[in-house]
């Protein structure tokens, strides 16, 4: 049992709100740290909202719990997920005692594999499938069907996005005046939802969605005027390699946003070693899009204050050394240009 993206009521701030009311005893209002390096950097004040101090690690955990929450007692739980989504939902599961089978990609990074069996427990199956998010989905869908079970969308789902959009509550609540918030994008439904909370309460506020280059489904269907399939995409930054939009979070994120960005691996790279050298953060590439997108905002954001989302910090030690040289070899190119 699915949702259908074309009955549903636009979402109002007291959605936004009851949701907030009904996951608040069980996820961390994260910090929204001032980041000195990056704001002198850039001339400006540079906010970086820490979901990687979540207990799944990531965002996810808002829309899945919100959407769970609401669901009937009765009947299994499905999911489909590149990681994160599968921990939220898994952490919900063994929360609220539900079964639930979580559908991932072959190619699902080792430890964010291990964090769904560690917070699912007794409660989850996990089964790995398929090259990417999209046909792990197209698996999880036909089982859902056959076992007459409720799927969790990890992004188009009125719930899920209205659970999201309440990282957004959180940052009006610690920061009341914002120029800039530059989002992280995959399925859409984190863009959605905190593109939709500043719409109604801080339209001034310019919305700055960023995909990674190898996984622009965004980009691709702004460019043919609608909501567009990839063919392939890379899977670098895992957690953002999604080949469609959601129906809903591409209606939204269009309507909401004032600008979209593709940043390269390379650049995805260097602002990952820059986070650990720094500050001894984690962070994994999809985590990181927001920041490294600033270089390409230099000139607008300079004398503004910009909130940028660090989404989520599950990330295999072993890709390290790729991420050390991609970033040197960015380097290298950057130097010889100069």
Known sequence: MTFTAQHYSPLQLSDFLRAQARISAYVHESDLQHHHAYSQRYSAKVLIKREDQQQVRSFKIRGALNAILQLPQLGSLVCASAGNHAQG???????????????MPINTP??????????????????????????????????????????????????????????????????????????????????????????????STKIILVEPEGAASFQNSLALGKNSTLATVDTFADGTAVRRKGELCFTYCQRNMHQALTVTNAQISQTLVELFNQDAIVAEPSGALALAALDQLTEQIAGKTVVTVLSGSNCDASRMSDFLARSQALQQVASTTR
């Open 89 to 103: 939902f898994a952490f919900a599961c063994a929360l609220l005692e539900r079964q639930g089978t979580v559908f």
């Open 110 to 203: 080792k430890q964010k594999v291990e964090r769904v069996k560690h917070f699912g427990g007794e409660y989850v199956q996990l089964c790995l499938v398929g090259d990417d998010f999209d046909a792990a989905k197209a698996q999880a869908l036909d089982y859902c069907k056959r076992q007459n079970a409720y799927f969790v969308h990890p992004f188009d789902d009125p719930r899920v996005i209205a659970g999201q959009a309440t990282l957004a509550l959180e940052i009006l609540h610690q920061q009341h005046s914002i120029d800039y918030l530059v989002l992280p994008m995959g399925g859409g439904g984190l863009a959605a939802g905190c593109s939709e909370v500043f719409r109604q309460l801080s339209p």
